[in-house]
């Protein structure tokens, strides 16, 4: 085994022990039984409301990359931009232990119309950036608006509205000098970002009532952000699976919110992501014969 091979392996080992590790800690918090209740007695109308709501948010990210495409020259269809971004989550849901959803766009792209690597890469990483500043902003919005994060830091609650503040300041800073190439697409895939992030919020708000909950809503918001954002980090498998339920589980225990409710809501979001992802099985074929087709030019 070769010493990237080698590399991935051990950090997809990495992440499974911190999910297992995250997991059997939250297990330990909540009542198994109410937690199987919640989950076995989904309202399947508000379930139905909140995938299309999930997948409404994807479409939107996925216009916002293709944005970031064309920057570098690159202009996609935007259905195939589309059919890629799915196999795209196919390809970090469902083989997490092999190239990664942004690794195999920017090899595809690479190949089939020549695009530098290192454009591309740039692309995909400010695609990613530019997501986990919109839900960091929304996340210090909501918590302001909400207020129990803000009691909960005491003294240190000022460092929400710094947070609030510095985001998009420190975000157009980043662009203009270490991504320039970006610039002019700034304005339009920063509204798409938070467009996108607004969406997750509506489909949160949907599964929340799916699964019965009534109240607490913006800290239950505030906790599925921030449990975004750590999910993002590489320390955690693709979708979060483990990061997210302990983020969800713990933050749950300090704003005084059902923790079962927490932990079902973190599953659901699990399971309709992985759900979501499978749609990139109708394309595979199709992407994939685009790939063949690059490698004989």
């Avoid at 906790?223 to 590489?234: K, M, Q, R, T, W």
Wanted: aromatic share 14%.
């Amino acid at each position: 085994m070769d010493k990237q091979k080698r590399k991935k392996w051990l950090k997809l080992a990495a992440q499974l022990v911190i999910a297992a590790v995250a997991i059997y800690f939250v297990i330990g918090e909540i009542d198994l039984e109410e937690y199987k209740n919640r989950l076995l007695g989904v309202k399947f109308g508000w379930l139905v409301l909140a995938i299309i709501a999930f997948n409404a948010s994807k479409f939107l990210a996925a216009f916002r990359l293709n944005h970031f495409f064309r920057a570098i020259q690159l202009h996609l269809d935007n259905r195939f931009n589309l059919k890629l971004y799915y196999v795209g989550m196919l390809y970090n849901q469902v083989f997490p232990g092999g190239i990664g959803g942004d690794g195999y766009k920017v090899y595809l792209l690479n190949k089939r119309y020549k695009t530098p690597l290192k454009g591309l890469i740039s692309a995909t990483l400010l695609d990613r950036i530019s997501g986990v500043v919109a839900l960091g902003f929304l996340a210090f919005l909501l918590a302001l608006i909400g207020g129990e994060a803000y009691g909960l830091l005491e003294g240190y609650g000022f460092l929400i509205w710094v947070g609030l503040i510095i985001a998009y300041p420190c975000y157009y800073v980043l662009v203009r000098f270490v991504f320039p190439t970006f610039k002019k697409v700034n304005h339009i895939t920063n509204l798409q970002s938070l467009g996108s992030q607004i969406l997750q919020v509506l489909c949160a708000y949907l599964m929340l009532k799916s699964l019965g909950v009534t109240d607490g809503y913006l800290d239950y918001f505030t906790l599925f952000l921030a449990s975004s954002v750590a999910a993002a980090f590489p320390i955690s498998l693709p979708g979060g699976l483990g990061v997210r339920e302990g983020v969800m589980v713990l933050g749950a225990d300090l704003f005084i919110l059902d923790q079962n409710a927490a932990m079902a809501f973190a599953s659901l979001f699990f399971l309709i992501t992985l759900f979501s992802s499978l749609i990139g099985l109708i394309y595979l074929r199709q992407v994939k014969s685009v790939e063949a087709k690059s490698k004989s030019i």
